[in-house]
């Protein structure tokens, strides 16, 4: 599982697991310091803000061609476009450098680092995120292009050779429709993979009506009509966006908004 949904909320699994961790390595130091009147709750606040800051910035660098026009998009870490090593490390350091200076905060430091490790590590566990996932054969689902409305329906083993990336979505949705500028931007930019939209359940007038409402001009867009990949993924709503290795096999599923930039980082992440 890539994601987390909490009521209209999504989350990358990483995040949220982090998040998690945050919250009970806190609460644990906070629990600590009141027992030995330290400042190990504070230690741990610093060190997880210089985290998500260094992570965040290190992630902007990365993917600074989708973020420079964009400068609001900066402090909108939903997205989950943080880079964990940088971040950790960052945490890190600072935490043994304040314990270098202090060892007062040594126990309470110690506790609140081990429980956040532990619920980190049982989160990503418990949503699948803990190790190598399995790739799968998608069942053969035969697509109808949007070019017309009696074409020869296909299916998506044409893009076998090159990782592919398909986004399941509908004009009626509006976190799909937030996404499609990003979408638009990734598949100019990226002649290396294949981006494919497969929209689910409506009509040919609604899909062409939207699209030139939008000015969007996407290739390889096709109709699912009876919205048999949501099923077949087991999607709970749109938007879900399926990646594809270069045999057409299902390595990742992400449920909810993608930002360009962390969609052309899951792209990088699967060559």
Known sequence: MQSIQLGPFTFATSLFAFLVAA???????????????????????????????????????QQWEFYQNDPLSWLDVRDGGLMIPAAVTAGWFYVLWRVLRDKAVLPAVAGGLAIGVAAFSLVMVATGRGGLEPSIPLPEIDLIPLQADFSTPDNLDQYKGKVTVVNLWASWCPPCRREMPAF??????????????????????????????????LGNMWRDPHMQLGQAVRSRGLPTTLFLDEQGRLVDVRAGELSAATLNDKINTLQ
């Open 184 to 217: 638009q931007q990734v598949q100019a930019s990226r002649s290396d993979v294949n981006i494919v939209f497969a929209n689910q359940g409506e009509e040919l007038t609604a899909i062409q009506h939207y699209l030139n409402e939008e000015n969007l001009e």
């Open 23 to 61: 919250f009970l390595g806190l609460f644990l130091a906070a629990w600590l310091d009141r027992r030995r009147q330290t400042r190990a709750e504070s230690v741990l606040w610093r060190a997880v803000l210089l985290g998500v800051l260094v992570g965040r910035l290190g992630f902007l660098i």
